[in-house]
């Protein structure tokens, strides 16, 4: 059964930084890509960042590639997202996505995604 499940959301002040994790069960990381999304209550699932199925290729969403940076360990199947200079805005609830894929490409697009973990919220404030 395939399964992902999401950890590191919490509470933290403007300015700090979070690891998000994505482990994956059920399936090996290899030959898939994965997403990472983020949801405000009442509005679409939006692309942040996502990693292609062999890991050597990365994309960012314009509003977060300088602070966000998605990386895997094939080694614990888990993908992560670093946070970092987070602002209020960046407040969501983020959640992973997979789905099979191919080498040096991934996608932003809810649409291309088969599997979700439960999401994690990320709350910063002062």
């Known amino acids: 059964q395939v399964k992902l499940v999401e950890s590191g959301g919490g509470l933290v002040q403007p300015g700090g930084s979070l690891r998000l994790s994505c482990v994956a069960s059920?399936?090996?990381?290899?030959?898939?890509?994965i997403g990472w999304f983020r949801q405000a209550p009442g509005k679409e699932r939006e692309g942040v960042s996502c990693?292609?199925?062999?890991?050597?290729?990365?994309y960012y969403s314009d509003s977060w590639k300088d602070r966000f940076t998605i990386s895997g360990d094939s080694a614990k199947n888990t993908v992560y997202l670093h946070m970092s200079s987070l602002k209020p805005e960046d407040t969501d609830s983020y959640y992973c996505a997979a789905a099979r894929g191919r080498d040096y490409y991934c996608s932003a697009s809810v649409v291309s995604y088969d599997y979700w973990g439960q999401g994690t919220q990320v709350t910063v404030s002062s």
């Open positions: 059920g399936f090996t990381l290899e030959g898939y890509i």
């Open positions: 990693l292609s199925a062999n890991g050597a290729s990365t």
